[in-house]
Each structure stands twice: as C-alpha cells, then as structure tokens.
C-alpha cells in the first residue's frame, strides 16, 4: 500500500493527473494507464504502464 500523502503528489507522467491505487497499481483513468508498483515502489514510466480496457475503466 503506498503511503496516502506519497498517493496526494503523485500524478501521470502523461496526463499529469491524479491517480487511484487498485491492488499493486497506480491508474490514470485519464491516461487509461495502469502504472505497477513493484517492492512497494511505484514504476511511473510509461513504457512499464499497462493499458487499461474500456471495461476496466467502467469497473473503477
């Protein structure tokens, strides 16, 4: 679980907006992207992002 303050600045480094924590990712509904954590650290590259499906988006 990241730490909520962390969660407060971080943002999408494509759509610079805020993100949400499902499981061990970091999601951009904006940017449709599903950034992983990884040991507890946040991987905020976008070539490391899934991308997320309509239907996933509609489930968040």
Known sequence: MIDQKLLEILV???TRSSLIQQGDELISKKG???YPIRDGIPIMLINEARKLSEEELEKL
């Open 12 to 14: 999408c480094p494509k």
């Open 32 to 34: 449709k992207l599903a």
